[in-house]
């Protein structure tokens, strides 16, 4: 695996010199087209600065990369513009819309498509287009900005800061040694359908242990049929879609159920960080955000053996469909009511983003950067070659893997739609739950003495698939 991500990530020393000038260039730009001032600062200034409130429900590496962040902006172009920003940190989306109101003290809010609060029609939401420089615009991949649009007329109302991604991390002392006794290797780690295979052959290598963990079921199901052309959540002249098409969604089964009732996959009782620490499986779909939970030791030729040592993967893939990469749906949106206050929010997102500030952010959130001109290893290479001290060794690993998705595969990222929490809700937990089912009862009725094959053979069937897609479909309308 490390060849294929290898090419990319050494031209540093090729292309220094033509970045320099590149980000010479944008900086020039951006300077003369100025920060969404459009010749007003609505009255701020810097003697008589004005304070604006975020409150978020990002996670703790987020929250703290952000922190960081709006100190500096406060300290540099929050002090020329007369613009202070606090940041509150709430438990959860519920918990942070739970405390809003009509007179609560917040300017911008983060939020993901699956909060509630994006949805409430009595919020008054800003139009990112109208308020938005076309250059600052134009540096965002145009993905992220379609996905937090919402509406016929696309009112643009969730503002990409940074992204997670998912990657696939495996411990590679014990698939190394696996790998040794067999014929299998970690290219068949790339792609769902040869993961069973690679289970199966594990599960008996291992008497009984699991190869996988998959994260977040909702997400692998959504994600696949995305990459498959017939997302089960979509939305389509402004309205939301919910597609089950019987063969995507045959697939999805196919390469979950199956090998997680035959104990190839973890089940789902802890969450798949903790469970690979705990070595009860050796490699697990996480989000980038979370790799550096798995230490700082990435794995290398000469300490590959070594305890604690970790490959990291790009997300696999369904063979015979163009590459995806997942990245998450989160966002700010400005919910200030006042003008000079939606200005003053958009000058803070627009330093966030900027091709200056976006890519130390993302490598302090454990994400990837918004802006596309940073989204690329060989900016990252430049930038890093200066900044070693901000990442481990593990962070590095995965932000390049991370950004080799974004140039090698499409970014996918699903969109804003009111039916979205509901219906990511209801497929994890029916297709995780026939699993789980099935998975029990086979081991209940192997202690009375039956054969674990014939077992699996009686439930992985066309017939009780069918059985359970019909009330899958019927669940979603």
Not at 65 to 70: E, F, S
Not at 121 to 147: M, Q, R, S
Not at 195 to 214: A, C, Q
Not at 322 to 343: L, Q
Request: hydrophobic residues 35%; glycine residues 6%; proline residues 3%.
């Amino acid at each position: 695996m490390k060849e294929l991500f290898s090419v990319k990530c050494n031209s540093r020393i090729y292309f220094k010199r033509g970045f320099s000038l590149v980000l010479i260039l944008a900086l020039t730009f951006s300077l003369l087209t100025g920060c969404s001032e459009s010749n007003t600062s609505y009255g701020l200034n810097p003697n008589k600065p004005i304070t604006i409130y975020l409150w978020h429900a990002f996670g703790e590496k987020r929250t703290a990369a952000l922190d960081t962040m709006i100190e500096k902006f406060n300290q540099t172009e929050g002090a020329d513009r007369g613009i202070i920003v606090e940041a509150k940190h709430f438990e959860d989306d519920a918990d942070m819309y739970g405390h809003y109101s009509d007179d609560s003290e917040v300017d911008m809010a983060g939020l993901s498509a699956a909060s509630d609060m994006l949805y409430d029609k009595k919020i008054e939401f800003a139009d990112i287009n109208e308020l938005i420089a076309p250059n600052a615009k134009a540096g965002i991949f145009e993905e992220y900005i379609t996905a937090g649009s919402i509406g016929k007329d696309k009112k643009w109302i969730l503002f990409p800061i940074v992204k997670d991604t998912w990657v696939l991390a495996v411990n590679s002392r014990d698939f190394s040694a696996f790998a040794k006794e067999t014929s299998h290797s970690e290219s068949e780690m790339l792609y769902w359908e040869s993961i069973p295979n690679v289970g199966r052959d594990y599960y008996t290598y291992s008497n009984g242990k699991s190869l996988m963990g998959v994260e977040d079921v909702a997400d692998y199901m959504q994600m696949g049929s995305l990459q498959m052309g017939q997302p089960i959540i979509s939305v389509e002249a402004g309205e939301p879609v919910i597609r089950t098409d019987g063969d995507t969604i045959r697939k999805l089964w196919d390469n979950y159920y199956d090998p997680y009732v035959s104990g190839y996959y973890r089940s789902a009782k802890s969450t798949r960080i903790v469970d690979i620490q705990n070595e009860k499986i050796i490699s697990a779909t996480i989000r980038s955000s979370d790799t550096e939970k798995l230490g700082d030791r990435v794995a290398t030729s000469t300490n590959a053996m070594m305890d604690k040592s970790y490959e990291i993967l790009p997300y696999p893939q369904f063979k015979g469909y163009d590459g995806i990469c997942p990245v998450d749906n989160t966002g700010v949106a400005i919910v200030a009511k006042k003008e000079v206050r939606r200005f003053a929010s958009i000058v803070f997102l627009e330093w966030l983003t900027s091709v200056d500030q976006n890519l130390e952010f993302a490598c302090l959130a454990g994400g990837i950067p918004v802006h596309k001109d940073l989204a690329n290893n060989m900016n990252y290479n430049i930038f890093h070659e200066d900044n070693k001290s901000l990442m481990t060794d593990m962070e590095d690993e995965t932000m390049r893997v991370s950004l080799q998705m974004v140039e090698d595969y499409k970014i996918t990222v699903s969109p804003i739609c009111s039916k979205y929490k509901s219906s990511m809700d209801y497929m994890g937990e029916k297709l995780q739950g026939e699993s789980e089912t099935t998975r029990k009862a086979v081991a209940e009725l192997m202690q009375i003495d039956q054969k674990r094959r014939k077992l699996l053979d009686k439930y992985i069937t066309d017939e009780h698939f069918e059985t359970w897609f019909s009330e899958f479909r019927d669940g979603l309308k």
